[in-house]
């Protein structure tokens, strides 16, 4: 891709600057809720399916030093912006062009501690009109093989993080079913007493664990929103904005309590 087909965009309060392409989709908000709700520790392996430009690598990668990334992207074009981010940031990983189909030898005969992904929203007879937006939003593969690629890379015992619509909850926590456990359900929703528009879910290969369900984290701390003018909540500021990981339900409470919640400049919606 040439400069007119890229744009800089920038994350965790302009700490990291990330190319992306011009037209049609853009990783934002979700990509880095996907970072913060992964617990990687320094040193530990991480991979991401359909990593894209690398928005959510990075921003896992600035909050936690020392781990070590690889992105698996089946469209070049974005591999190769994300091979550039790696230049840009100084962020190290390791970017592999592939289809999680179809999974590359090399990363067949690995394991990983965590595996992030962020699948496709919308079923593939609702095309978008850019091809690259399409790949990228469109379910060309189905979500139980996005979980079933994932489940496959991680160790025993290791992490699966994901981030989708809320109504796909069924069919993920199907797709788990009998392969993961320890599960949390993390519902993101735009302003508080609305509907969640995405859930975060985690769950560990192997694990026995029951399920468990936290309070909606809120975005927004207006009850409507109010043009020009950013209104996170303080929870969601610290995460999108300080590269903070996310806390949820008491924890989270107990951390920001005592904040206002609201400062100018930027937007911090759910992705559309």
């Known amino acids: 891709m040439n400069d007119a087909t890229t744009r800089d965009d920038g994350f ?66 974005l591999a190769a912006l994300a091979r550039h981010n790696v230049a840009a940031t100084g962020i190290a990983a390791r970017i592999v062009t ?18 992030i992904a962020n699948p496709p929203f919308f079923a593939s007879g609702t095309r978008a009109p850019d091809a690259a937006r399409a790949a990228a939003r469109h379910e060309d593969t189905a979500l139980e093989s996005w979980i079933d690629a994932g489940l496959r ?30 599960v949390s359900l993390l519902p993101l929703a735009a302003r508080q007493g609305h509907d969640a528009g995405r859930v975060i879910v985690t769950a560990r290969k192997g694990a026995r664990g029951g399920l468990r369900l936290h309070a909606p984290f ?23 904005r300080d590269g903070a990981a996310i806390v949820a339900g008491a924890e989270r409470e107990r951390e920001v309590s005592g904040d206002s919640g609201a400062e100018t400049c930027c937007t911090g919606s759910i992705d559309p």
Do not use: N
């Open 153 to 182: 890379r991680l160790r025993p015992g290791g992490g699966l993080t994901l981030i989708h619509r809320a109504e796909a909850l069924d069919r993920i926590l199907v797709a788990l079913a009998g392969r993961a456990g320890a």
């Open 218 to 240: 809120v975005l927004h701390a207006r009850p409507a929103h109010e043009r020009d003018c950013e209104d996170l909540s303080a929870a969601a500021r610290a995460v999108l």
């Open 98 to 115: 592939g289809d999680l189909a179809q999974m590359p030898a090399a990363l067949r005969a690995e394991s990983f501690d965590h595996v």
């Open 12 to 77: 965790l309060g302009g700490r990291l600057v990330l190319r992306q392409p011009a037209r049609g989709y853009r990783a934002g908000t979700d990509a880095v809720m996907l970072a913060a709700a992964c617990p990687a520790r320094p040193g530990e392996r991480v991979l991401e399916l359909g990593c894209g430009a690398g928005v959510a690598l990075f921003c896992l990668g600035a909050r936690v030093p020392g781990v070590a990334l690889t992105g698996l992207e089946r469209q070049e074009e």
